[in-house]
């Protein structure tokens, strides 16, 4: 994306579990005290998803630590939040939900070039046993590709 953005966290297992289909950037719903958590880096994105209800996008397990210097304001670390995204992209979330196997998921989190908080979303189709299998078997060939090439560059 652009080369200015500070990344907070990345969901790597969100890659090994889906098929990612669709990518979205979305704004995010903070309280003063998660921004601050958030600039030391205490976010986890594992096991997270997104959920359309009402017309609007909702995060869910994202665990956001609560801010050390914060007070009894802290907000509960595990709470919902919303994403903020155009009506166009909310539909076509909803649509794509719909579908039997797609989900809506969370690839990182990050500063942006105006030090707002985004997330990257996408639209993810669950990956199958079988299909990781060969993403793994895939990854290890190009691993020994590579590696016979650099033996006979010696």
Known sequence: MK??????????KAFHEYEVMERYEAGIELTGTEVRSLRDNNCQLTDSFALVRNGEVWLHNVHIAPFMQGNINNPDPDRKRKLLLHKKEIAELLEATREKGMAVIPLKMYFAR????????AIARGKKLYDKRATMAERDS?????????????
């Open 3 to 12: 080369n200015e953005e500070k990344i907070i966290a990345k969901n790597k």
């Open 114 to 121: 105006n030090n707002l908080v985004k997330v990257e979303i």
């Open 142 to 154: 190009r691993r020994d590709i590579e590696r016979a090439i650099k033996e006979r560059s010696r």
